[in-house]
């Protein structure tokens, strides 16, 4: 009943009538996303008849209204067959602005326009193959670029900015050739850098280095769903960029990766969204060449030295030097080195192994991130190993039992997600400069098996990679209770199906074995 008195005056009305139809039937159907098929036919009819209004001369009020409707019907994918056309597609292009002139955004009473036909086109592409398709023959990456361009730097129009990067995200989703478009023809990788600049209002110190405001307020809401978008669009636009061919491709991951850095050290407007920014965050930085990652840390500033308090003595000896250090603003430090977005990192990973859930989805990508940047750079690895390995001193309980970030990684040795365990395995295998011993030493063998039968070093040995040798960090808890530990030990099955030592249970099936043979 609502689509056919909606349509009756969409055919017939004028737009003062049409404009209060279609709000009441927008404000009824706001929350809607399931559709009764038995009115199907009357809402596809009603896109239609919005088109044609679309394409008169009505106030703007009223073109809102018209797209807020289409963003609703829009949901339903039989709806859009009909409606998916050339034609209209250039409309919703039209009022978008997603133009290839040069036509400034200064009409601030145009934006909620372009806002809601952003919205519906995001609707329509996601739901439509014809619409992916159009998408390419009307080259509407290029077209989003160019409106990005216009309101980089405007922070009065993040909607704009957010749905527009919502769309370029989709696209780049849908067809890779896209992606290679985005990266090479449009220059997406340094234009999308740009935006979560401007997002983040970042203020460059050095060439790779931006001044962190600790006492600053979080993001906006809006700014932080505009990073979003932007971290997601780059992912995609990035996904094959592992490897670096020029040196200008190196610089421009250099700067991503130090804005990825501030976003970091920044919060959102709620936890959540904090969470949401640095998942992103994480997953973008996984797509970054490893040698571009050494701008995630950087030497102390001349003010920060000055600053500089210590966890250990005031003057530590040449031994601690390297130990870690706190600033009076709570920044880690590591050899002279700023920790803090390692840190973040950590803390960031830890906090994903205590939701104990989707694990392969939310923690493989930022222990896959800590490895690599542990095996290609040494500071960091040095940082974590104080961090997740410090030096053993409990030598009662077993690796997997208790609190800390090593009991919680060990315990994932043996999860029963293949990925998951493999990719804690090699984390701490890379911490122990992939030595068998000292990685025996932090998780014991019998969780460390997996990962070392894999790697052919059961017998003991090193990995393939070379580590830098570093001074012996064992405690004397660890060397006073070393020759008693028996860390590989042959174990055999009693007959009555306990355990015990092989030397054991080999003895007591002789004694079966003669007893059955006096029987005989």
């Not at 990456?141 to 129009?157: E, G, Q, V």
């Not at 077993?398 to 984390?427: C, W, Y």
């Not at 570093?470 to 028996?486: G, I, L, Q, S, W």
């Amino acid at each position: 009943m609502d689509e056919e008195r909606a349509l009756y005056v969409v055919r017939a009305g004028e737009a003062g009538a049409i404009e209060r139809v279609l709000r009441d039937y927008s404000d009824k159907h706001r929350a809607t996303f399931k559709f009764e098929s038995t009115d199907e036919d009357k809402r596809k009819k009603l896109c239609e008849g919005i088109f044609k209004v679309l394409v008169k001369d009505v106030p703007t009020t009223c073109q809102v209204s018209c797209l807020e409707v289409l963003r609703i019907l829009s949901r339903d994918k039989k709806v859009l067959v009909p409606v998916t056309t050339k034609e209209n597609m250039q409309i919703l292009l039209r009022l978008a602005k997603l133009t290839e002139s040069d036509d400034s955004l200064e009409k601030v009473s145009e934006f909620p326009v372009i806002v809601e036909s952003l919205k519906c086109l995001c609707n329509i592409v996601f739901n439509s193959q014809m619409a992916q398709q159009l998408s390419l023959e009307l080259n509407l990456a290029a077209k989003l670029c160019n409106l990005l361009r216009k309101c980089k730097d405007r922070k009065f129009i993040n909607d704009i900015k957010c749905f527009d990067l919502r769309l370029l995200f989709l696209l780049s989703l849908l067809h890779t050739d896209i992606r290679s478009q985005l990266r090479y023809e449009l220059q997406g990788l340094p234009l999308l850098t740009q935006i979560l600049e401007s997002a983040f209002s970042i203020k460059w110190t050095d060439e790779y280095e931006s001044a962190i405001d600790h006492n600053g307020p979080p993001l906006s809401p809006q700014e932080t769903d505009c990073a979003i978008e932007a971290l997601k669009a780059l992912f995609n636009v990035t996904v094959d960029s592992w490897k670096v061919h020029k040196e200008s491709d190196s610089h421009q991951f250099r700067v991503m990766a130090a804005v990825l850095r501030h976003c970091l050290l920044i919060i959102g407007p709620t936890e959540e969204k904090t969470e949401e920014l640095h998942s992103n965050a994480v997953n973008l930085l996984s797509n970054v060449p490893v040698s571009c990652l050494d701008v995630l840390i950087c030497p102390l500033t001349h003010e920060e030295t000055a600053q500089e308090g210590t966890t250990l003595d005031e003057q530590p000896s040449d031994k601690t030097a390297e130990k870690e250090t706190v600033l009076k603003n709570n920044t880690m430090v590591y050899n002279g080195m700023n920790m803090e977005a390692i840190h973040v990192l950590l803390s960031f990973m830890e906090k994903r192994i205590d939701k104990g859930s989707s694990y392969r989805e939310g923690l493989t990508p930022v222990l896959s991130l800590l490895t690599e940047c542990s095996r290609a750079h040494r500071n960091i690895r040095k940082f974590l190993k104080d961090q997740v390995l410090p030096p053993l001193r409990d030598v009662t309980n077993r690796p997997e039992v208790g609190s800390t970030v090593r009991n919680k990684l060990v315990r994932l040795m043996t999860h029963v997600d293949l990925g998951v365990k493999q990719i804690a395995a090699e984390f701490l295998f890379v911490l122990c400069k992939e030595r068998v011993d000292s990685l025996l030493k932090y998780t014991g063998y019998g969780n460390a098996a997996g990962l070392l039968a894999a790697r052919g070093l059961l017998a003991g040995g090193r990995g393939d990679n070379w580590y830098s040798e570093d001074e012996d960090t064992d405690t004397e808890e660890y060397k006073n209770a070393k020759p008693k530990e028996e860390l590989l030990k042959p174990m055999g099955l009693k007959p009555d199906g306990t355990i015990t030592p092989l030397e054991e249970a080999l003895n007591q099936y002789s004694v079966i074995e003669e007893t059955s043979s006096d029987t005989d």
